[in-house]
């Protein structure tokens, strides 16, 4: 393919891959930058359920701080828990602090219980240093719902890659 091209259409088509290639980097150290800020592994989340309803609602982006050694009672947090590869976006609703550690209970404002049956087996209370990803410091609206579309349909994905292929194609002429 390459050796059909001329010169310059060789050039062009180095120098879209090279932007191409710069947009991928700089997106990538923008979230590395941010997760060495916040302090956390993941300082955006996109909320997926409506187990927070009132306070958020499905496709709310979250943005997180994992700064603070404590959480209080009435904070938001988001954790992970072993063996599920979502994070959960909770309230804390129980607090046990050590010298050494801090326990949370968390419980989704619109669930009637609290959140032990989604912890791992026999563990009733959340390490805050191990598993709690951070605790929710602002918010948009709405605004990840793209992100759901895309994750949970396989064709607006497909959609998506052809639309901009078809954009780069006529971007070409």
């Given at each position: 393919?390459?050796?059909?091209?001329?010169?310059?259409?060789?050039?062009?088509?180095?120098?879209?891959?090279?932007?191409?290639?710069?947009?991928?980097?700089?997106?990538?150290?923008?979230w590395?930058?941010?997760?060495?800020?916040?302090?956390?592994?993941s300082?955006?989340?996109?909320v997926?359920?409506?187990?927070?309803?009132?306070?958020?609602?499905?496709?709310?982006?979250?943005?997180?701080?994992?700064?603070?050694p404590?959480?209080k009672?009435?904070?938001?947090?988001?954790?992970?828990?072993?063996?599920?590869?979502?994070?959960?976006?909770?309230?804390?609703?129980r607090?046990?602090?050590?010298?050494?550690?801090?326990?949370?209970?968390t419980k989704?404002?619109?669930?009637?219980?609290?959140?032990?049956?989604?912890?791992?087996?026999?563990?009733?209370?959340?390490?805050?240093?191990?598993?709690?990803?951070?605790?929710?410091?602002?918010?948009?609206p709405?605004?990840?719902?793209?992100?759901?579309?895309l994750?949970?349909?396989?064709?607006?994905?497909?959609?998506?890659?052809?639309?901009?292929?078809?954009?780069?194609?006529?971007?070409?002429?």
């Open positions: 393919m390459l050796t059909k091209l001329s010169g310059s259409q060789l050039r062009q088509t180095l120098v879209q891959a090279l932007s191409f290639s710069l947009v991928l980097t700089t997106a990538f150290m923008f590395k930058g941010l997760s060495v800020i916040t302090d956390s592994p300082p955006i989340v996109v997926l359920s409506g187990s927070m309803e009132p306070a958020f609602q499905r496709g709310d982006i979250l943005f997180l701080w994992n700064r603070n404590k959480v009672v009435g904070d938001i947090v988001v954790y992970n828990v072993n063996g599920r590869d979502i994070p959960i976006v909770h309230r804390v609703v607090n046990h602090v050590s010298p050494s550690k801090q326990l949370l209970l989704g404002d619109n669930n009637g219980l609290d959140d032990v049956e989604l912890y791992s087996y026999k563990q009733y209370y959340l390490n805050r240093e191990k598993e709690v990803i951070g605790a929710v410091k602002a918010y948009v709405w605004a990840g719902y793209i992100t759901i579309l994750s949970e349909n396989v064709w607006a994905k497909y959609l998506l890659l052809a639309t901009m292929g078809i954009l780069a194609a006529f971007q070409r002429d």
